[in-house]
C-alpha cells in the first residue's frame, strides 16, 4: 500500500485546510485510514480514522471542528479541519491498516503503511 499526502500549508487561526491522502497498490486489503501528526518535540498522535466499515473516531482535541471522509474504493481519505488552532501545527501523516504485506502477501495481523507527511502550520 503507497500512501501521498496533499494540501498542507500555512493558514492563520480561524482558517481551514483540506488534507487528502491518495492510496495506491492493495487497496482492497485496507482495513482503515487516518491522519496521525507529530508536532515538534512530540510524539506522533492519532488525529482521525475511519474504517472500511466507515466507523469514524476523533481525538478529543480535534471533535466538533475536523472531519475525516473516505471513498468506498478506499483510495482516498481527506481530513477537512475547520477554526484551526496554533496547536493544531505538525507534520500531518496518513496512515493505513491493511491485510497485506509490503511483498503484497495476505498478513492474518495488520500491517501499518505510512505516507511521506505533510505539514500544516498555523500562526496566531
Known amino acids: 500500500v503507497q500512501l501521498v499526502e496533499s494540501g498542507g500549508g500555512l493558514v492563520q487561526a480561524g482558517g481551514s485546510l483540506r488534507l487528502s491522502c491518495a492510496a495506491s497498490?492493495?487497496?482492497?486489503?485496507?482495513?482503515?485510514l487516518g491522519w496521525y501528526r507529530q508536532a515538534p518535540e512530540k510524539e506522533r498522535e492519532l488525529v482521525a480514522f475511519v474504517s472500511s466499515g466507515g466507523r469514524t473516531d476523533y481525538a478529543d482535541s480535534v471533535k466538533g471542528r475536523f472531519t475525516i471522509t473516505a471513498d468506498n474504493a478506499q483510495t482516498l481519505v481527506s481530513l477537512e479541519m475547520n477554526n484551526l488552532k496554533p496547536e493544531a501545527t505538525a507534520v500531518y501523516y496518513c496512515?493505513?491498516?491493511?491485510?497485506?504485506?509490503?511483498?503484497?502477501?495476505?498478513?492474518?495481523?495488520?500491517?501499518?503503511?505510512w505516507g511521506q507527511g505533510t505539514q500544516v502550520a498555523v500562526s496566531s
Open positions: 496512515h493505513a491498516k491493511a491485510n497485506v504485506t509490503s511483498d503484497g502477501i495476505y498478513s492474518n495481523d495488520l500491517v501499518d503503511y
Open positions: 497498490g492493495s487497496v482492497r486489503s485496507i482495513r482503515a
